[in-house]
């Protein structure tokens, strides 16, 4: 009904039907009833200190459904929201969102200009929530090259939230893991410089102080959607002993019941950081 009244382009209307239907039928989506017998079985005492999260899978989405890719950004963004509010009530730390690469840039400057917009969309919407929520947002990322509108935004919610003492919600923005540990150590040798001599050899604490992500715990699971075996130049030094959880489903799909699921999957892991598990240790030292 609503797309017969549509003035829209075709497939904008397409998108608003799509919206419509999406949010008539979300009571009853049947996966959701799983999501208070999931939450019972999550252990809070072995939450995760840092999820953190490649949301793939927008193009995808909105291929399928015969719609504009940029449909399935705003779809991501409604993603987004949902598992930043389901990581909050979970009293999660940490949590961590890809949301463009220095990569991206080779998209399409339609696509590229509507994720700016997007973004500043989103600031502007949510802010006040995440405030309520007594997030912290911060961004991680080559910030000081977006457009100054971006970085005003971006100065001014990061300013509003900073004293913040419930989750950080850090933004991957302009963000490659090689671009950040190349940053890194023009950030010590500029400190070197400065102080005169004095180090003569870095160490991995001194490179974790220097990244974007300094004051953070490295991240304990990563989660990747839309199925790709790839790491994408994501917090490539962090990750060094995270818990990697792929899944099929598509970034707009990912909901709470499957953030619980990733989460119920991460507390199954035994993590040895290199060492032995804990019967083999009790053995071997017997
Ligand atoms: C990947 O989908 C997603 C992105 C390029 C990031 C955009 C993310 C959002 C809009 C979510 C919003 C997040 C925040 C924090 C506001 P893709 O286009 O690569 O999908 P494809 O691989 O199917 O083409």
């Keep these: 009904m609503l797309a017969l009244r549509c ?24 996966a959701e009833r799983e999501a208070p017998r999931l939450l019972e079985q999550i252990d809070p005492k072995r939450l995760p200190r840092h999820v953190a999260i490649i949301m793939d899978g927008n193009g995808r989405w909105a291929q399928r459904r015969h719609l504009p890719r940029v449909a399935g950004h705003r779809a991501g963004v409604i993603a987004a929201r949902n598992v930043i509010e389901t990581c909050a009530n979970l009293h999660l730390p940490t949590l ?59 100065r001014e919610a990061m300013a509003k939230t900073a004293n913040n003492t419930g989750m950080t919600l850090a933004v991957a923005l302009n963000y490659g893991g090689r671009a950040e540990i190349v940053d890194a150590f023009n950030s010590i040798l500029k400190q070197v410089r400065h102080n005169g001599s004095g180090t003569n050899a870095v160490s991995e604490e001194m490179i974790s102080r220097h990244l974007y992500t300094a004051g953070l715990p490295d991240p304990d699971l990563l989660v990747r959607t839309s199925g790709e075996m790839r790491v994408s130049n994501f917090l490539l030094w962090q990750i060094a002993y995270a818990e990697i959880y792929v899944t099929e489903t598509l970034w707009p799909d990912f909901d709470r019941v499957k953030l619980y699921e990733a989460l119920l999957d991460y507390q199954k892991r035994e993590r040895r950081y290199g060492g032995l598990g804990a019967p083999e240790a009790t053995r071997e030292s017997a």
């Design 7 to 30: 003035k829209e382009s075709p497939a904008h209307c397409r998108y608003l039907s799509l919206v419509y239907l999406v949010k008539t039928t979300e009571v009853l989506k049947p």
């Design 96 to 154: 961590t969102l890809y949301a463009f690469s220095v990569e991206n840039w080779r998209r399409p400057k339609t696509e590229t200009d509507f994720l700016m917009r997007l973004l500043r969309e989103y600031l502007r919407k949510e802010l006040p929530e995440i405030h309520r929520n007594n997030i912290r947002l911060i961004i991680l990322g080559r910030v000081d090259v977006l457009p100054e509108a971006v970085r005003k935004d971006i």
